[in-house]
């Protein structure tokens, strides 16, 4: 993201010497992307950022997949995977319940009140999405407050913790890359502005606003990595708290987008997909389906039409509203929805015809679509809806 941000102090010119009042030397930190090719940021430590005095292995929760076979369609209630008391127990890092995964994306569920460890993600960048709750991220580049319907994108190895706020508990929505994700390059000029022609622009996206200055030794960090095809995590002990930082300035950083300010792309006739488009990441895409006036044509049916996903799994997450393509399927708040590539998905019975003469949705989804099979995490298999796939045709196990 090539969006310059400045905070806190840094000298006039980047790698040159940058001391405090009694004239220690600040740390410089290049945190950079592409092997000093891509967007970078360069932060100034009290400490030394690389010293470490302990590290030992830390037990992920359950990473399995499985493979979606015998292929179908599936629904997973995820507000089954936290009954009862279960938030009050539960941190937004450590809490996560993995629903699928391939090796370019993972996408968790998770709710709870607690704070979390200090934790870095060194496979990829982070989306969290806010289903409801409300918290303030704190990171080495500063504090950056969360609340419902907000999409946090965390870069990859940034040390950050979540601290949710209120009284209820904080639901999110996590999809961790193996990649970077960014605007779609088609939104962006060759300089990296976002066009007019973007959903959204540079006013939408909100970074740190204030440095956190801690203090400390012996401070935990949790590390998420993977040395071969495993994911794995590695706790590591800093001799000087990470965040420590007194400036910084530059194109990287945590920042979020409140999915309510993606401004719809609308037509005459039904619009693909891809005008939802929010992020895009190695061999995925991420979209937001908003409330939004739809198709004018005096012919036009507004929900989508039927389509075979040939490259790619859809995945839907129906976070607010009505989506109505799926009226009468048992897709409520907090369902997603798994539509493999293979063979063809769509309104269920009866939307289509519904639709006609519609003018407005009222419906509130984050998509991913991803370019390889998916495979179903623990916590997809804990809360799936064993009906699903078969409300197109009345008929299947236990159906005729």
């Not at 569920?109 to 709750?133: F, H, M, Q, T, W």
């Not at 048992?330 to 019975?349: D, E, F, K, M, N």
């Given at each position: 993201m090539a969006f310059y941000r400045q905070l806190g102090s840094v000298p006039p010119k980047r790698h040159t010497q940058h001391r405090d009042e009694r004239g220690n030397l600040?740390?410089?930190?290049?945190?950079?992307?592409?092997?000093?090719?891509?967007?970078?940021?360069?932060?100034?430590h009290r400490g030394l950022p690389p010293a470490i005095i302990d590290a030992g292995v830390w037990e992920l929760p359950d990473q399995t997949l499985t493979p979606n076979h015998p292929l179908r369609h599936r629904h997973l209630r995820l507000p089954d995977l936290f009954p009862g008391d279960t938030p009050a127990k539960t941190d937004p890092v450590t809490g996560r319940r993995l629903l699928l995964?391939?090796?370019?994306?993972?996408?968790?569920?998770?709710?709870?009140?607690?704070?979390?460890?200090?934790?870095?993600?060194?496979?990829?960048?982070?989306?969290?999405?806010?289903?409801?709750?409300?918290a303030v991220v704190e990171s080495v580049f500063g504090?950056?407050?969360?609340?419902?319907?907000?999409?946090?994108?965390?870069?990859?190895?940034?040390?950050?913790?979540?601290?949710?706020?209120?009284?209820?508990?904080?639901r999110a929505y996590v999809i961790e890359a193996s990649s970077h994700i960014t605007p779609p390059k088609r939104y962006l000029s060759k300089f990296g502005q976002l066009l007019e022609n973007s959903p959204y622009c540079e006013r939408d996206l909100h970074g740190p606003s204030e440095l956190l200055l801690a203090e400390g030794a012996e401070?935990?960090?949790?590390?998420?990595?993977?040395?071969?095809?495993?994911?794995?995590?590695?706790?590591?002990?800093?001799?000087?708290?990470?965040f420590d930082v007194v400036g910084w300035d530059g194109c990287l950083y945590p920042y979020t987008f409140d999915i309510a300010d993606f401004e719809p792309?609308?037509?005459?006739?039904?619009?693909?997909?891809?005008?939802?488009?929010?992020?895009?990441?190695?061999?995925?895409?991420?979209?937001?389906?908003?409330?939004?006036k739809v198709d004018y044509h005096p012919l036009s049916i507004p929900v989508p039409y039927y389509h075979s996903n040939v490259d790619s799994d859809e995945i839907m997450?129906?976070?607010?509203?009505?989506?109505?393509?799926?009226?009468?399927?048992?897709?409520?708040?907090?369902?997603?929805?798994?539509?493999?590539?293979?063979?063809?998905?769509?309104?269920?019975?009866?939307?289509?015809?519904?639709?006609i003469g519609a003018e407005f949705f009222d419906e509130l989804a984050v998509m991913v679509d991803t370019f390889r099979p998916l495979q179903l995490g623990e916590g997809a298999l804990a809360c799936e809806d064993p009906?699903?796939?078969?409300?197109?045709s009345g008929r299947g196990p236990g159906l005729r």
């Open positions: 600040y740390y410089e930190e290049l945190m950079g992307e592409e092997g000093f090719s891509g967007d970078s940021s360069l932060l100034y995964g391939n090796a370019d994306v993972r996408i968790s569920y998770v709710v709870g009140k607690g704070a979390s460890p200090l934790y870095r993600n060194a496979i990829g960048d982070e989306l969290v999405y806010v289903e409801s709750g409300a504090a950056v407050p969360v609340r419902q319907g907000d999409q946090l994108i965390m870069p990859r190895a940034t040390t950050h913790r979540w601290l949710p706020t209120g009284e209820e508990p904080l401070v935990e960090v949790l590390v998420k990595h993977r040395p071969g095809a495993e994911v794995v995590g590695t706790r590591m002990t800093y001799a000087t708290h990470p792309i609308t037509g005459r006739v039904h619009q693909p997909p891809p005008v939802h488009q929010a992020f895009e990441g190695s061999n995925f895409v991420v979209c937001n389906f908003v409330p939004r997450f129906y976070c607010g509203g009505n989506y109505e393509a799926r009226r009468g399927s048992g897709i409520t708040q907090g369902s997603v929805s798994v539509h493999p590539g293979g063979y063809a998905h769509g309104p269920q019975p009866g939307a289509y015809e519904r639709s009906a699903y796939a078969w409300t197109w």
